[in-house]
């Protein structure tokens, strides 16, 4: 049997109850802004990331991808035509 060894580092979270569900109460430098997370589980860690908001934050982590891709919004959506009932 393996034991994870304790990391000292690490910080600790509070565990609560809130109605039927269980929720962690972070410390200050674990907060994140918004009123959303992404969860998902990888073996036995649950792991909680920041939700992309708007596509500038989606475009900006797109453009940290190696190859050298590019991507911008134009400033304003170019104007639609109006539909034809003819």
Same mark, same amino acid.
């Given at each position: 049997?393996?034991i994870r060894p ?8 509070? !565990? ?9 109460? !972070? /410390? ?19 792991? !909680? ?8 934050? !989606? ?19 170019? /104007?639609e035509d109006p539909?034809?009932?003819?």
């Open positions: 049997m393996y304790v990391d000292t580092t690490k910080k600790k979270a509070k !565990l609560f109850r809130h109605g039927g569900s269980q929720a962690v109460r !972070l /410390p200050k430098e674990f907060r994140f802004e918004g009123s959303e997370v992404a969860i998902r589980r990888d073996g036995d860690r649950v792991i !909680l990331e920041p939700v992309a908001t708007d596509w500038s934050a !989606l475009l900006a982590e797109i453009d940290r991808l190696p190859g050298g891709i590019r991507f911008e919004l134009p400033d304003d959506p170019p /104007p539909p034809s009932f003819d």
